[in-house]
């Protein structure tokens, strides 16, 4: 008889999603992402450019901030970011200084993320994206529908 | 007779360079940069990613951060980036999302800048390039020279 694997990617991007609920709660974009260790979580975060009136405060970066102070150094090399959304840009790069070993993104972003506009991950960071993907895209869509209908 | 201006783009990135010796002072890459808006600086900056231990602790990360922070929003669209070194990925993408207005850079990156790296800009974000270039290249030759010679 098999077992079970209980920490699957599914598992812990429902931990990142968890994430992104709380920042549309804030009326934050919601996307949230948590970074693990060995199926242990060490650093979760939601996007607050809002709050922070900071264009760099995306879950990514905040998250990636966390991690290397849990650990103690700037290298994420045995860690795996869960994001609901695909990384944009400045996330990708701040991904490929950290020479993460593995994304795990949900929706994706395909005019802002980085993948279409060639941002370079670091050559060691292994990609899997499409997890809980229809998830993530709901909650995004349901809250640009709410912000429409308020202004 | 012509008024002599006395805040041109070498005058601030003159300031720039004195965040970069900073860096250099604390063992860090020598890398400063400055935010200006109407001539006045808003936000001074220098590269900390060894001290915090932090890849995202880049000095242009900083300034864009110390930059919302002051004038209370988070997009920077009246505001000049000086920065010794040009922008990498992540802090190009940073940029991005600042909307700035103008970015000018001494020393060019060819491996790591965002310019050969397709990084996307803002649309509105114009670019001036080699202000105090020798400055700056020599001031991070010195530090990796040193740095290899204690090694």
């Known amino acids: 008889m098999a077992l079970i694997e209980p920490f699957d990617d599914a598992y812990f991007m429902k931990k990142a999603l968890m994430e992104a609920e709380t920042a549309f709660d804030l009326g934050e974009i919601p996307v949230g992402a948590v970074i693990t260790v060995n199926n242990t979580i060490i650093a979760r975060a939601h996007n607050l450019t809002e709050r922070l009136n900071d264009v760099t405060a995306h879950a990514e970066m905040q998250a990636i901030t966390a991690a290397a102070n849990y650990l103690g150094g700037k290298y994420l090399t045995d860690c795996t970011l869960y994001v609901t959304l695909e990384p944009c840009q400045m996330c990708g790069g701040a991904l490929y200084w950290s020479q993460l070993s593995r994304i795990v993104y949900a929706a994706a972003d395909p005019n802002r993320g ?33 912000r429409r209908n308020l202004n």
């Open 114 to 146: 980085y993948k279409n506009l060639g941002t370079q991950l670091h050559p060691k960071t292994q990609v899997t994206s499409g997890i809980l993907e229809t998830e993530a895209s709901a909650l995004l869509k349901r809250f640009f529908i709410q």
